[in-house]
């Protein structure tokens, strides 16, 4: 209800006030942020289904998005307009919008002079005063932005449908068992996925249920693991349009690493990098159908 900006009662704010003493307490004082007066997400869009669990358990949660050629932050949610799933509205001083291919434009004083040395690189993202964040935006009813992927990031199928990776990816790292996911399919028939299984919540999973294994590789290959990855998946295409489903997968049998330029510092995947390391992997999948 406070995130439909709708008034709680006394009823619901008793209700409330007896479940953080019975349990929400513990719960926020678990994931370390009992004392937290303000709470940001940003740097990689987050799955609502995430952001839904710490409002569920009283912490507020706020989206925001910048850039570094924009001085840092350009869109935060403000007060408790707090829209799941969107930035929020431009701080003051920002101006933007949406060009036809849907990337985000900013301008204002913010936005930065260029990039040091590099006249053809700042040439390439200020265009007539506007930036061009690189980024695939759209503008809610509400007046909150949404970041739909990187515009370089979106994939386009065999019969012509834009998708966004990042999307069905978040949904699908909401399980507890998938520690990572991308999203392959550009130019393809249908979409796969190479999916990184969470070690230690799958290696308790097996334990608990006296399934042997060695080690994270011997793990990912167990039949017993892949139907459990096989129904998360299930789950998240039942969310999804028919043309956004994960039709086929593959289990990775290494965790993605840094030092092996798979990963940003950040941890964020590096897409290019793990669509050629892993050329084999996704031929096999869609050279299964043929």
Sequence with gaps: RRLNQQPLGAGLTLAWWG????????LQNYVGLRRVRFCFSAAATISPDVLRF???IGIRVKEGYGMTESTGLSFIHMGEDIRLGTVGKPIPGVEFKIADDGELLKRG?????????????TAAS??????HTGDVAELTPEGHV??????????ITSGGKNISPSEIENALKVSPYINEAIVVGDGRNYLAALIQIDFE?????????????????NLSQLPQVEALISEAVDQVNARF???ENIRKFKLLDKALDHDDNELTATMKVRRANINKK??????????AER
């Design 109 to 121: 004083q913010s936005i930065f002079v260029g990039y040091y040395k590099s006249p053809e690189a």
């Design 19 to 26: 479940a953080y003493w019975l349990m929400l307490r513990a």
């Design 241 to 243: 349009a028919r043309v």
């Design 201 to 217: 919540n799958v290696g308790k999973w097996a334990t608990d249920r006296r399934i042997a294994y060695t080690n994270f590789k």
């Design 54 to 56: 710490f409002h569920d």
């Design 126 to 131: 200020v265009i007539d005063g506007w930036l």
């Design 278 to 287: 892993f050329a084999a992997e996704i031929e096999g999948i869609y050279r």
């Design 146 to 155: 949404r970041i739909v992927d990187r515009k370089k990031d979106l994939i």
